[in-house]
Every structure is written in structure tokens, then in C-alpha cells.
């Protein structure tokens, strides 16, 4: 075991060592290369499939392949949207990766059962029932049963994928349903020769091509800021468990320590030299255990990494309110926190608001009675308009017309929530937050009898549709801020509003009137760092199940 003093000051590097290696191209194949592996399996799966079909069934070839693209939807939304099988440091120990493996594979199966269920269902189409029947199994397993909201996700996943899948077969091919009803036999062969094509390859590809032939080749070069115990037990457990991650150095954070491991790891200098260092030496990406890092600083490092398109971990006990409420992710075996994120927006964006424009219309149609209703009620059990709506902060500091329906009587005064928002923000008020202490006012005299019914099921918020509509919230994303609160705000908290505000957040349906000001801030960064159309369709059935049940409203 050998000992280095950590003091801070950066040691001259040889330019060997800072030059690019070649690893960085080979290694930017990796996912490409397993993404041909899983389409040549699904490719082969068919085509053996077709012939176990025998040669009564091909000339009716059109019609599987239209079936077996659509279906391979599954394999594809399972194994990279929901179990991060591409992912290099998640692969690496084939437990974790097998164990994976099978809950996508189960859940192929599963679309693959619903499909045939779907296919002999003549009539799906017509039958009435269907969608409220759907609908309230879905509230009724929100309201009553212990069922993990990830488990209804992937299983409206594979109802999407069967209707899409007959959808486009009954569009495409006519009559080929009829085809498909006579012969879906073919779903089990197709599954278990890509089941068994898969396993067997993924294991050859992964685990004794990349992970051992071509291991040193393959491994991926990373950083520590923080020079501190959890520091020493990353690196031990990289080079201990021979990952395929290669400790370069640390960075100090304007703190000294000792750093322990080993072999020798090199002081590559204070953080802020980090863009510089980069400029020469390869890095992919970044570990952060300094617990005393200024959070300016740590938005900082997660910006860069967002701009260099590197990976951005921490320890969850970093960022303990995240390990809390979040499932932490694994860096080759080791549960942490990712904040970084690879996601381009120029295209994440567009769709985004596609989805948000999509599914707020119908929704807004279908609800104009309920929001008629509530009209009325406000209208008549109060004196003064049925809408509320103030400035709020939008994307990039942009104010906006937030619209609710008015919980409060006309002309109260602001000064309650302004004064408690100031003690709030400034910590004076629920220091802790998660000790299920309510951080929200409880007993406000403005509100109306009517409006305590609004705001107890979130009713008030239901106009911000029509922000949606509009393109000045999303549905999913930090809750909008008002000036006043915003005039309060640290600079790292306006980190917060570099995105469209949501309806709901993922704060809300972790804690919601339970978290304290700055953890709020950190689960919306959360939020920022890792927003995919899975977290958010994942936030929104959360919002139903936390709004059926009233949780943390006032």
C-alpha cells in the first residue's frame, strides 16, 4: 500500500501522458457494436423463425417481417430505455448484466403475450369498455395497491408496443391480422431463438471479447475530485476488481487530505484547472466525493461534463436526498449517482414538446367538463374571477401568465407567502426536511372553502394545460417560480430555470411539501442533468398516484 500527500499542488506530466490514446475511438464503437450484435440476433431470430414456419406460410413473409420489425420495438425499448443495456460501466460484471438482462427479456415477453392476448381480441376496437376499463385498473392500482409505479411504466410500455404493433399491421398489410390470428405460434420460436441468440452472444461480446481480450483496450479513463476515504475505496475497487476504468489522478477542491490506495495516483491539480487539464489528457469521466465542494463549483463541473459529453458520479451519500429519493444508478457494480448526461438537446427538446403538445390536447378536450364545473364552483361560492394568474419565471428567466383556477379571495395579500418563501429559501425554516415535517403553509386564511378542495387534489393546477399549449411549461419539469422568490434565489439556484418549468416535478412526487428549499433545488437539477420521455412519463404516474392518495398537499 503506498501513500501519496495530497497538498494540492498539480506535478508536471510527461506529454506521453497527456496525449489522446487510440482507446477513445475504439472505445466510442462500443455501443454501436453491440447495437448491430442485437439487430443481427433479431435479424437471424426471424429468419429461422420464418423457416420453422415451413412453406405453407412463405409467401406471407411481408407480413411477419412488418410484425417482427414492430415487435423488436420490445427488445429495443426494454434493453436501452429501461435496463441501460449499452451502458459500458453497467455491463462489466455479468451478474448485473445478466440479471438485467432477463427483467428486459421477461418484458419482451410479457409485450409478446399481450399481443397475442390483443391479436384473438376481435373485438378491441369496437368494445367501449376497453379504455375506461384500462383507465380504472390504472387508478385502482394507484389508490390501492403497493405497486411500484417503475412495474406500471414498462407494462403501459408493452401495451403501447402491442397496439402500435397492430396498428401497423392492420395499416400496412390488409389482412393480415387474419394471417397472424392463424398462425401466432411463431411469437414463442421468434422469442426463444432471439432469448438464447442474445444470452449467447451478449456473454461471447461483452464478457470475453471486450471485457477480456480487449480489455485495456477498452478501458475508459476517469477522474476523482475529492481526496477523502470514499476517494481511496473507488479507486481500491477499480484496480482490485481489474474495471474497465482506469484511475487517472485527482483533483483537490480546495481542501487537503491524504489520497490512499493501492498503486501511486497523480495530483493533477486544483479543479479549477480541470478544462485545462482536459484540453491534453484524455478524460471520460468524472467521480466527485469532496462532501465540502461549493455547489457553484459542482454546477460548474456538471456544465462541462454536459459540454464535453462526459458522465458526472457521485457517491449517494454526496447527495444524500437524491439517494433517498432516487434509485441510485451503477458504475460497475457500485451504486452511484449520475448527474452528467450525454443527451443532445436540439433533438431531446422538439420531442419533448411534441409529447407535451400531443398528450395535453386530448386531455384538455376530454376534461372541459370537469374545468366547467370547478368554473362554476369558484364562481359562485366567491366573489371575483374564476382564474388566477401572476407572473412567473420561465426558461431563462422569461416571465409568463401562469394560469390556475382562484383558490384564494380577491385582493389578499401576498405578504404571508413572501415572508415565509424568504425564510424558506434562506434556511431559516425546515434545516433538515426530510423528517416528514411539512415545509408549506398549512393553515393560510386566504384560501376559500373551495379552494382548499382545489388545492387538496391539485385541481387549482389543471389551467397550466393551457401554458403547455402554449409552449410556457412542459408537463414535466421544476415547478415555476414567482419574481419575488426568484429575487431570492443563490446564483447556483437558477440553474432551475434554464429549462421549461413544469406542472410537476420530480420534488413533488418524492417529497413535496417534505423537502427543504435546497434539496428541492438539487432533485430539480436532478431532474435537468438526466430528463428522458421514461423519467417523465415515470414522474406523471407518480403525480396520480401522489394526488389520488393527497399526499404532501395543503
Known sequence: ??????????????????????????????????????????????????LAAGPGLQHQKWTFLVLMLVMSLSVFVFMFSVFNLYSYGANFIWNHHFARLKKALAWVLISFGLFVLLLHWDNLYSDKIVIPLLTASLVFCL????????????????????LLSIGAIGLVLPGGLSILKTSSYLLPIFYIISVGLLLAGRYLLVHIVFNGWMRKIFRWEMVIIGTNEEAKQITNYMIKNDAPFYVKGFFTAGTDGDFECTVSKTCLGDVSQLPEIAAYTEINDIVVTDENIDKELLLRILDYGIEHRLNVWFPPKLLSIINIKIQPDSLCGLPMIRLGTQKSSWLFNPIKHGL??????????????????????????????????????????????????????????????????????????GQKG?????????????????????????????????????????????????????????????????????????????????????????????????????????????????????????
Open 434 to 554: 426530510t423528517d416528514g415535517q411539512t415545509l408549506k403553509i398549512t393553515d393560510d386564511p386566504r384560501i376559500t372553502p373551495v379552494g382548499k378542495f382545489l388545492r387538496r387534489f391539485s385541481l387549482d393546477e389543471l389551467p397550466q394545460l393551457i401554458n403547455v399549449l402554449k409552449g410556457e411549461m412542459s408537463l414535466v419539469g421544476p415547478r415555476p417560480c414567482l419574481p419575488y422568490e426568484y429575487e431570492q434565489y443563490e446564483e447556483w439556484y437558477k440553474k432551475r430555470v434554464s429549462v421549461r418549468p413544469g406542472i410537476t416535478g420530480v420534488w413533488q412526487v418524492t417529497g413535496r411539501s417534505e423537502v427543504a428549499f435546497e434539496d428541492m433545488i438539487l432533485l430539480d437539477l436532478y431532474y435537468i442533468y438526466n430528463r428522458s420521455v421514461l423519467l417523465d412519463f415515470q414522474v406523471l404516474l407518480e403525480t396520480a398516484n401522489a394526488v389520488l392518495k393527497q399526499k404532501g398537499a395543503y
Open 356 to 429: 407535451d403538445a400531443l398528450m395535453t390536447l386530448p386531455v384538455a378536450i376530454l376534461l372541459l367538463p370537469v374545468f366547467l364545473l370547478i368554473a362554476l364552483a369558484v364562481k359562485l361560492t366567491s366573489e371575483g374571477p374564476v382564474f388566477f394568474k401572476p407572473d412567473a419565471i420561465g426558461r431563462h428567466g422569461n416571465i409568463f401568465k401562469m394560469y390556475k383556477f382562484r383558490s384564494m379571495c380577491v385582493d389578499s395579500s401576498c405578504d404571508i407567502h413572501k415572508d415565509y418563501v424568504t425564510k424558506l429559501i434562506k434556511g431559516e425554516i
Open 143 to 162: 389508490l390501492f395497491l403497493k405497486t411500484d409505479v417503475k412495474f406500471l411504466t414498462n407494462l403501459t410500455y408493452a401495451l403501447a408496443i402491442c
Open 1 to 50: 500500500m503506498q501513500k501519496q500527500k495530497s497538498t494540492g499542488e498539480p506535478v508536471t506530466l510527461p506529454i506521453n501522458y497527456l496525449k489522446p490514446g487510440l482507446h477513445h475511438k475504439i472505445f466510442s464503437s462500443y455501443k454501436p457494436v453491440l447495437l448491430l450484435h442485437d439487430l443481427t440476433v433479431l435479424v437471424l431470430s426471424f429468419c429461422l423463425s420464418l
